[in-house]
Every structure is written in structure tokens, then in C-alpha cells.
């Protein structure tokens, strides 16, 4: 039978997650073409056991459309094609001659990028599919020609007593998210859009305009400033290299920090580790520091690290790389969902948003690692960096949560998150400052609905009890004592699978966008809006559609961009830009950051 999920270093498979359930999305351009043939080939790829997709070291002899992208080596390739010689042995003269090839087909899919949405491996409460998850016109046809191979093929009772009855036996076989049944997947646009250009109706949307600030990055992960006056900004890369421009959007031609040599990541699109999170000290004119959130082995143990780094004495545009202080390390038991943001809060603090651990649907312990405070995954942790020269690297904020809590780490600040993928702090309405210190986060879902919290201290945020507004996790769901937080905002899978979180507008060149937080989807490529409702305390949302007609028609506007939304930044004066790629992969030099402007003003 097919492998079910190890418990041993998995990587991304999930709902995803961009994002990031990272990176996630669609793969690797140029690969993908050879591995799946004709037409444009950008799946999610989430391998069944959950480690991101590869090229095999040694050539496939069975499953050869996916021998250079996919998730099967060649002893996993044999073993299929010993499976296959088992079950065709069945097949008399005819038979085999008709269905050998679906056969094939059927068998390995186990090796395809998409193997854990084929066999539903995203969620633990439902077991492992022993049938990938077919299109309905393909499961009649191979039911009217070959359905006896599934009697072979299969040892799922339920399947096998609807033998008989086509419409049922399909229906059994299909997916609940029809975008990923085999064989459609191989084509579908909504996977794959090609170039990721986005058009949209204008109708109903706000139509926003773009201005393209920088280009040929490797999947930008982050734009941050030092808040420092010089109107500098800084990019980083997945890779763990990090770029200083000045003003003028010229970028200077040696790194601000380079740690490429120590940060763990693959080129192969799906890998959610790397560099993930940069932030500058608030004071950092005095102090100098720099705090980097990325990933790395140590003694073959995966771990997300947090660094501190002080900026060079001889270049104000480059830090002292022999200055790395480590803050923190957290094992991951897994190699997606690490989170990744940091951001310094109005009280000084250092946040810190972990990911769950990985896997799918949490499986770590009794309740998961999001549920369990004794555990620094799955959360919002806070922590106190300043003065820290003398004495420990950090400190604990005297009114932290569940600082008096025995059976709780008392860095926690929130909990019961999956993997928060992009946050911010709202600057507060320049004028009255309403608003002001909110904390906005997008939390990727598992395979049915992303959402948008707003993390309060000493808050439980759900998950895996919850994904969005529905019960993930039932039992844990009707605990009467879990007392979660609903998110401002959830949408389902239909409009974008991994959501990528953003900003509250507080700018001014842009006064029509005041109040809306601004964020978007990594697999769809769409920009979203909610604007709050101060009557009833309720978010409401609308699209954003790229302006169409003579709305972008001003020098140096354009009014389309690559699909995978990666990061949202904001700059000193607090304009909002995003980061987007055509091709997600940490090594493809495709990343653009463009500036949102609203030509209406």
C-alpha cells in the first residue's frame, strides 16, 4: 500500500503553505516542463511525505513524467514498478493491453508534486487515500474499461462494494477541492495561470495602480526600513542574502548581510525554510542592531534561529557579520510551517511568529504544538532585547501572559496559531491615531480556509481546534474551555489557498486607501481588501483589480504583476508596497517589489 505521512523531517504539504505555506505554490518553470509535458506546468507541490518536491539524483525507469520534478528517488521508483509487474499479473491478454497504461498512471501518482492533495494526506482525522483523487470524466472512463484493476489496487472495503455502480464509485473517488484530481491537474489554469499576470474585472473592485521599484530578486521575502531618516530600504532574499537601496530605489552593489553560506533552503519551489524575517532595532541609530529570522541545521537537527547583528563601525550600509548573536533556536520537527516574522512593537518588544512545527493538522502531542503553551511553536512570543549587552541575550516583559504559569513558556504572548505568514502593527489614524498598535496577522489554513486575525495578548487563536470559522479538529472543537478568538476575516480555497498578510494603509499620498488593510493570496495572486465598520465592529471586504482603461496610463504606472504575493512592506513615510514572483523558487532571479498608488486621488 501506499506510505502513510512519517512523523521524520517532513516538509511542506499542507494547505500551505505560502504560505509560508512559504514558499509555497507553483514550481519550478523550466523543470516542471520536462516533468509533466506539454503546456504550462506550475503545481503546488506537496509531496506525500511531506518533503518538498526534487529532482532525483538518479534517472526514474517507471515513473518517468516525473523524473525531474517530483517526490519519488529511484528506490521508491522500483518499488512501484514492482507493484506494477504484482498487480498486472492479474490481468489477462486484453485486459492488460487496455489498462496497463492506467495502471501505471494510478501507481504514480504517489511520485507527483501533488501527491498529498491526490491522496488527502492534509487531513489526520481521515486516512490516507489508497486511490489518488480522479476527475470524474477519467474515473468513468477507466471504470468502464479497467475497473477491475481497482480491485487490485485497492484494499479500501467501502471502495470495492461500489464496484458496481459508476456514478457512486466516482463520486467516492473524487476530490472535495476539484482542482487537484488527476488527471486535469496537469493543465489546470487555476493552478497555473501561466506568467501570473492578473486581469480583472473592474467591476465592483477598487482599481489600484503599480509602480515597479525593484527587480530580479530570488523570491523576496521581506522590504523593511531602519526607521532612521535616510529613507533607505532594505530587501531580503530567501536565499539569506540581504540588499541595501538607497532613496533613489539604487540598489548598492555589496549585500547589507549575506548568511547564504549558513541558511538552509533548496531550490525547489515548496520549500518553506530560508531566510524569513529581518527587523531593525527601534532605536537602531543608537544601538545599531539587527534582528534575522532563518532557518539551519545544526548536527542534522532542523531549527529556526533569531539573530542579533550590529551594524558595521567602517559602513553604514553593511552589518559586522562576525557580530551574530544567537537569541533563540527552536527545533522544528518538520521543514514547513516556520513561520517566519519579527517585528518590534510600540513597547519595544521583540515578536516573534512561529509555525506550528509542520506536517498536517498538527500532530504533535495530545492537542498539537499550537495548543500547547509549554511549547514555543505554533505561537506569538514576546520578548525583551534591549540592554542586553550584559547579562542574558533576552529578557522575559514582566507582563507577559502566562509569566506565572507553570505549564506555559512564558515567551508566549498568543497561541493556537498555524503559521502566520506576514504580519504588521497598525500605525493608528494619523490624525486621532485610532487604531493604533493593533497587530494584524494572515494565519494560512490547512486545506479549506485562510483568515486574518487581529493577536491580542494571552489570546488563543484555534487552531487546530479551528481553521477560519469551522471546526478543524471536532473534538477539540466543542471544548468548552478553549475560549478562541474568531478571525476579522476568513475566505475559502475557491478564491486563493495560501493568504499572504499585509498593512492597514496609514500613508498619504494615497488618502482614498486610509483604513483599509491591504494583503492578498500567494497561490491566486489576489489583492484583497477590509475596511472596518465602526458601527458593528465587522470587516467588511472587497477586491482590488489592477486599473484598467486609462487608469495606469501615467509614466512610469503599470497595472499588472506576477501572481505569487510573497510579503507586504510598508516604507518610513508608510506607502505600501508588495513582493511578487513569476517563478517561486529561492534560487529564480524573478522577484519584483511594486509601490501601490491610487491614481483616484
Known amino acids: 500500500g501506499l506510505r502513510r505521512p512519517s512523523r521524520a523531517r517532513r516538509c511542506p504539504a499542507d494547505g500551505c503553505g505560502a504560505g509560508m505555506r512559504a514558499l509555497r505554490g507553483a514550481a519550478l518553470a523550466l523543470l516542471l516542463a520536462a516533468a509533466l509535458g506539454p503546456g504550462p506546468g506550475r503545481p503546488h507541490p506537496q509531496c506525500l511525505d511531506f518533503k518538498p518536491p526534487f529532482q532525483p539524483p538518479r534517472a526514474l525507469a517507471f515513473c518517468r513524467r516525473y523524473g525531474a520534478f517530483g517526490c519519488c528517488d529511484a528506490r521508491r521508483d522500483r518499488v512501484l514498478l514492482q507493484r506494477f509487474y504484482r498487480l498486472s499479473a492479474h490481468l489477462d491478454g486484453p485486459t492488460y493491453a487496455a489498462c496497463a497504461g492506467h495502471l501505471q498512471d494510478l501507481l504514480c501518482q504517489e511520485c507527483s508534486p501533488y501527491a498529498a492533495h491526490l491522496y488527502d494526506a492534509e487531513d489526520p482525522s481521515t486516512p490516507v487515500r489508497t486511490i489518488p483523487g480522479l476527475c470524474q470524466d477519467y474515473c468513468q472512463q477507466v471504470w468502464q474499461k479497467c475497473r477491475s484493476i481497482f480491485h487490485y489496487l485497492s484494499t479500501d472495503q467501502e471502495l470495492i462494494a461500489l464496484e458496481n455502480n459508476m456514478a457512486k464509485f466516482c463520486r467516492y473517488l473524487s476530490l472535495e477541492d476539484t482542482d487537484y484530481c488527476f488527471p486535469h491537474l496537469l493543465a489546470n489554469e487555476n493552478l497555473n495561470q501561466n506568467l501570473g499576470l ?3 474585472d473592474s467591476e465592483g473592485c477598487l482599481q489600484l495602480c503599480l509602480v515597479e521599484v525593484a527587480n530580479g530578486l530570488r523570491n523576496p521575502v521581506a522590504m523593511v526600513h531602519a526607521n532612521d531618516g535616510t529613507h533607505r530600504f532594505f530587501i531580503a532574499e530567501q536565499v539569506g542574502l540581504v540588499w541595501a537601496y538607497l532613496p533613489d530605489r539604487s540598489r548598492l552593489e555589496k549585500p547589507f548581510l549575506n548568511i547564504s553560506e549558513a541558511v538552509l533552503t533548496s531550490p525547489w519551489e515548496g520549500d518553506e525554510r530560508g531566510f524569513l524575517g ?39 550600509n553593511t552589518v559586522d557579520h562576525g557580530s ?21 512593537g510600540d513597547d519595544g518588544y521583540l515578536y516573534i511568529f512561529t509555525g506550528d512545527g509542520g506536517m498536517a493538522g498538527d500532530p504533535f502531542g495530545t492537542f498539537g504544538n499550537a495548543q500547547n503553551k509549554s511549547a514555543l511553536l505554533g505561537k506569538v512570543l514576546r520578548i525583551d532585547v534591549n540592554n542586553n549587552d550584559r547579562g542574558p541575550v533576552y529578557r522575559i516583559p514582566p507582563d507577559n501572559p502566562f509569566v506565572d504559569d507553570p505549564q506555559a513558556r512564558p515567551e508566549v504572548y498568543a497561541y493556537g496559531v498555524r503559521n502566520m505568514w506576514r504580519c504588521s502593527f497598525d500605525r493608528g489614524e494619523p490624525d486621532t491615531k485610532e487604531g493604533k498598535g493593533r497587530l494584524f496577522c494572515g494565519d494560512v ?16 487563536y484555534g487552531w487546530r481546534a479551528r481553521e477560519g470559522f469551522s471546526c478543524y479538529d471536532k473534538k477539540l472543537c466543542v471544548n468548552s474551555s478553549l475560549d478562541d478568538v474568531l478571525p476579522i476575516y476568513a475566505y475559502p480555497h475557491k478564491m486563493g489557498k495560501s493568504v499572504t498578510g499585509g498593512y492597514v494603509y496609514r500613508g498619504c499620498e494615497s488618502p482614498n486607501l486610509n483604513g483599509l488593510y491591504i494583503f492578498g493570496d500567494f497561490m491566486s495572486g489576489r489583492l484583497m481588501s477590509l475596511k472596518e465598520d465602526h458601527a458593528t465592529g465587522e470587516w467588511q471586504y472587497s477586491e482590488i483589480c489592477m486599473g484598467t482603461g486609462q487608469t495606469c496610463m501615467f509614466p512610469g504606472l503599470i497595472n499588472n504583476y506576477y501572481q505569487y504575493i510573497i510579503s507586504f512592506a510598508e516604507d518610513e513615510a508608510g506607502e505600501l508596497y508588495f513582493m511578487s514572483t513569476g517563478v517561486p523558487s529561492a534560487t529564480a532571479p524573478h522577484g519584483v517589489v511594486y509601490k501601490v498608488v491610487d491614481t483616484s486621488r
Not at 532605536?283 to 539573530?307: C, D, M, P, W
Request: glycine residues 6%; negative net charge.
Open 198 to 200: 492578473v486581469t480583472a
Open 278 to 316: 529581518i527587523v531593525f532595532h527601534p532605536k537602531f541609530k543608537f544601538t545599531g542592531k539587527v534582528y534575522v529570522y532563518y532557518s539551519v541545521e545544526v548536527r542534522y537537527e532542523e531549527r529556526i534561529r533569531i539573530s542579533e547583528f550590529r551594524i558595521s563601525p567602517r559602513d553604514m
Open 324 to 344: 551574530e548573536r544567537i537569541i533563540l533556536e527552536i527545533e522544528e520537527p518538520a521543514s514547513n510551517h516556520n513561520g517566519g516574522e519579527l517585528l518590534f
Open 445 to 460: 489554513g490547512q486545506n479549506k480556509y485562510e483568515e486574518i486575525d487581529i493577536v491580542e495578548k494571552g489570546k488563543n
